[in-house]
């Protein structure tokens, strides 16, 4: 058998393990899934350890699967979790993850101050109720005991490492995520830091992300099935591992990820500053960026859409493929019928957790398809802002190489394509963000990493017919939020 790297993405609803050998080849891959917790409005929480029996659980399978164990394992994880630990890393309460919201009003006070500006300069991370800063605020505000009882406020891969090496250590990507890094120092901002009422000590040591190790424990080891010389590298976050999974390395091509949410985001050898819209600035390596903005709302209101729609309480691959039967015989632009897809709030380029979505100009021909297809274009919609947002602050962008799930259906693809008007490429069939720690894993082992060579039957051009259309549109979509934003906020505040 030939040695192979095993890159490992820790996602929201699911961790996947890809395993890849030295010539970018995929062996094999596994997925584990765990839910989500919504106790309250506002809340959004995880069990960590549900989270690492699926992490533990991909890497037997995946070797178990293959015959043998990998030369390297590194990590991809969504970003901006707050697990609130003690001495040992064991969990005080579950993990609030990016989604969570209940600091919204703490992330508007600070988004409106000179102080929220001068952390977002220094952090690259978006002044929002995502960030862990605005988190730590309001664990701080509401949660005083176990905001006192916490030995380390760490993120879900930070909780695994620990459980690897019984050491708390973080990489700059998700260092960089967080609100409380200094992305030009390298180290922890000791002003956001006091503004979340805490010292650098109560976070994790931060390392490079092709930090390795390979000290894992034998009895661990022997568990997982690995050889006592495995590497581990601590890998980065989901978004930079996408970037380089998905080939974005030059000025005029961008990545777009769609999957639970969305994502547009280009790499740089400098920080893209954009305070309005927060583009944010989140660190591949010490001398890289990845800069874009991401949306609340993706594959999970296609998953309402099938929910609400279609009354199918478990969505299958069934029922994704009737939507998507459905939406290819409906015009572009759903004969005038547009969505906003605000359902959980939004990020950039609006930063507004008070937004809620809206089926507007519906008129009675409208069909079932019509709100099916205007759903996703809908999404599409909110990407393409993002996308003129990332463009006014550093340059076009010709080509958007895509990955997350919605890639495998040519009915989404083409729409994006046609409301962007740009060529989309699909670089990569597997997991874009698994792949981009394979990648990170062959930097760390000096290991060349794999060329890329574009298919032509995966590149998807715009249909200038309908990128007209949709043209037309897009105008009338922004203005439906400024319009109606402040009606929004009523409603929200009200209920």
């Known amino acids: 058998m030939q040695p192979y790297l095993l890159g490992i993405d820790i996602g929201t609803g699911s961790t996947k393990a890809v395993a890849i050998n030295f010539n970018g080849e995929s062996l094999g891959v596994v997925q584990q899934y765990y839910p989500v917790k919504s106790p309250q409005p506002g809340y959004n929480e995880q069990d960590p350890e549900l989270i690492l029996a699926a992490f533990t659980t991909c890497i037997t399978d995946i070797v178990k699967k293959i015959g043998e ?11 901006h979790s707050v697990i609130c630990v003690d001495r040992h890393g064991k969990p005080l309460a579950d993990m609030m993850t990016w989604a969570d919201a209940r600091s919204e009003s703490i992330a508007q006070k600070l988004r409106d101050s000179e102080t929220g500006a001068d952390i977002y300069h220094t952090s690259g991370t978006p002044v929002h109720a995502m960030s862990p800063l605005c988190k730590l605020i309001w664990l701080r505000e509401n949660q005083t005991e176990l905001f006192a009882a916490t ?5 879900i891969k930070e909780f695994i490492w620990y459980h690897l090496f019984n050491e708390f250590q973080i990489d700059y990507a998700i260092a960089s995520a967080t609100g409380l890094f200094d992305i030009k120092q390298l180290k922890w901002n000791a002003e956001a830091c006091t503004l979340a009422g805490i010292k650098p000590d109560k976070l994790s040591d931060p390392v490079n992300t092709t930090y390795k190790r390979n000290d894992l424990n034998a009895k661990l080891s022997s568990s997982l099935k690995l050889n006592p010389d495995t590497s581990f590298v601590i890998g980065a976050s989901d978004g930079c591992c996408a970037n380089l999974g998905s080939f974005v390395t030059g000025p005029d091509v961008a990545s777009l990820t769609i999957g639970t949410s969305g994502a547009v985001r280009i790499t740089s050898l400098k920080p893209v500053y954009n305070y309005e819209a927060m583009v944010f600035n989140y660190l591949l390596n010490q001398n890289t960026f990845v800069c874009g903005g991401a949306i609340n709302n993706g594959g999970n209101i296609l998953n309402w859409l099938i929910k609400s729609f279609l009354d199918k309480k478990s969505p299958g691959d ?4 009737n939507v998507f039967n459905a939406i290819a015989t409906m015009p572009a632009g759903s004969d005038g019928l547009i969505f906003l897809p605000y359902l959980y709030g939004e990020r950039a380029p609006l930063w507004d957790t008070k937004s809620c979505g809206v089926f507007f100009n519906i008129k009675p021909n409208h069909t079932q398809a019509h709100f099916l297809r205007a759903g996703l274009e809908g999404i599409c919609f909110a990407l393409n802002d993002v996308l003129n947002t990332l463009e006014q602050s550093s340059g076009p962008i010709k080509q958007l190489n895509i990955s997350g799930g919605f890639i495998s259906s040519s009915v989404w693809t083409q729409m994006l394509a046609d409301i962007t008007g740009k060529t989309l490429a699909i670089v990569q069939q597997e997991d874009a963000s698994a792949i981009g720690a394979v990648f990170l894993a062959m930097d760390a082992l000096d290991v060349p990493q794999p060329q890329l060579s574009l298919n032509k039957e995966l590149m998807i051009s715009p249909d200038l017919a309908n990128h007209k259309t949709y043209q037309k549109m897009f105008p009338i979509f922004k203005k439906l939020y400024s319009t ?4 929004m906020h009523f409603v929200h505040d009200m209920e």
């Not at 069934?318 to 493929?321: C, E, F, I, L």
């Open 151 to 155: 030995h380390k406020f760490i993120g």
């Open 484 to 487: 109606l934003k402040e009606t």
């Open 69 to 79: 164990a990998p030369v390297a394992i590194s990590f991809s994880s969504a970003m």
């Open 318 to 321: 069934t029922d994704y493929k």
